[in-house]
T-cell receptor, first 113, second 113 residues
């Protein structure tokens, strides 16, 4: 069975400061891990994906995430927040066959001017 | 470049009514799925399909039926709507076999009175 924990339901940062959104997972297999973003009243967009090729994954809009197997973590970071980054972020794990995508509860990111 | 198309975008039902949410994709994806999104709970998998004629239950299947007669279409049926089914519903599709990532429709906001 798989599960995802997003440690913060809400994160607030000032524009121009770093962003850290935390995610821990549980999986019986070597997982594929994703971060998706959902802007208000919009659908979900893929930010980045980890599939064991490299532990540091770069995504769109300056986001990146590091896979740490020993800590079962996949935290999302960005060096400098922008107002347009304000959204809901979901960490997702899937199994070997990509048939069961399990979503975390989400972290709402607020960016203050 | 339609991607994943969901209809309708909004729907209001009375308790006990039935309806079908439509989902179509034009990317020849084998995998299709339905999620519901409720505040603070992320997205929860309702049903999924790995190909025409094959469907399976997800985390929250009760009250919903699906079928997959073609690769392109994956409708979700509510046979007797209940207020607990008030939610935002997302359809998603994906390839299988090693490059899985979900492509989402724009969502259906359903209210059951």
């Amino acid at each position: 069975a798989q599960s995802v924990t997003q440690l913060d339901s809400h994160v607030s940062v000032s524009e121009g400061t770093p962003v850290l959104l935390r995610c821990n997972y549980s999986s019986s297999y070597s997982p594929s891990l994703f971060w998706y973003v959902q802007h208000p009243n919009k659908g979900l967009q893929l930010l980045l994906k980890y599939t064991s090729a490299a532990t540091l994954v770069k995504g769109i809009n300056g986001f990146e995430a590091e896979f740490k197997k020993s800590e079962t973590s996949f935290h999302l970071t960005k060096p400098s927040a922008h107002m347009s980054d304000a959204a809901e972020y979901f960490c997702v794990v899937t199994n070997l066959y990509g048939q069961n995508f399990v979503f975390g509860p989400g972290t709402r990111l607020s960016v203050l001017p | 470049n339609a991607g994943v198309t969901q209809t309708p975008k909004f729907q209001v039902l009375k308790t006990g009514q039935s309806m079908t949410l439509q989902c179509a994709q034009d990317m020849n994806h084998e995998y299709m799925s339905w999620y519901r999104q409720d505040p603070g709970m992320g997205l929860r998998l309702i049903h999924y399909s790995v190909g025409a004629g094959i469907t399976d239950q997800g985390e929250v299947p009760n009250g919903y039926n699906v079928s997959r007669s073609t690769t392109e279409d994956f409708p979700l049926r509510l046979l007797s709507a209940a207020p607990s089914q008030t939610s935002v519903y997302f359809c998603a599709s994906s390839t299988t076999g090693g490059d899985e990532k979900l492509f989402f429709g724009s969502g259906t906001q359903l209210s059951v009175l």
